[in-house]
């Protein structure tokens, strides 16, 4: 995505937290031109009648859908029909599908083979065959409304012998921003091995952001956010017996970031 891509989202009310709206809009926001905002819903159900005010303030449309039977989710159906009928128009560049149903997995793959661009956004137990069908993944866990990232909050500094002692008992280990502390999968270890393979030139280091975007492409749910970090840069310096980062002033201020891996 780049900031000149048309974005149409449509969020499923049934399976969405109504407290992380805001902070799906601002995340969403950074990716392109939101053109095409819209909810759905039952919005007669006692569970979504505080979705009005969130709705009328972000400015999205709420698009009524009656259940026409029992236990069966109309709601769905009414989503996949519009999400056609916008793909048609040839309007948008990217679309973005808010839940965490798997029923949503086909209507990825089909968006994805005509060539948009599928961003999909739920929680950390949405099925992997949903999360994998999508361009990218993002968790709501990882979501804030917060300004300041974790890695941005100010801490006071711990002695130097301290930290190397708990870097080293807990390697690996971060506390994300769900407050879960999770490890880092030698899955992960193995795409950031795969992409310095790839990518690494004359000097044996290779781009951060070029392994990034492969890692994301390999696996569309990666997020360092996950992890305890707002760059896959934090990361990759979280494990200082794995990899070193290189970080080369370059124009206009700007620096380039690489990394070579040490070992396993």
Known sequence: MNDSDKIAILIDADNTQLQKLDAIMTEVSTRGRIVVKRAY?????????KWENELKRLGIK????????SGKNATDMALVIDAMDLLSSNAFDSFVIVSSDSDFTPLAIRLHESGA??????????PESFRNACDDFLFLENLT???LSTDDVPETPEPAEKSESKAQKKDGERKGQSGKKQKVPKEIHNLIRKAYDTYQDNDGLADVSAAGSYIKRAKPDFDTRSY???KLSGLL???????EVVRTPGKNNSTFISYRCLGE
């Open 41 to 49: 819903g039952n919005w007669k159900k006692r569970n979504l009648n």
């Open 62 to 69: 709420a698009e009524q859908q009656f259940d026409y039977v």
């Open 117 to 126: 661009n599928i961003v999909g956004i739920g929680v950390q137990t949405t």
């Open 145 to 147: 409304n917060d300004t």
């Open 228 to 230: 305890g970090h707002s």
């Open 237 to 243: 310096e979280a494990f200082p017996t794995r990899y």
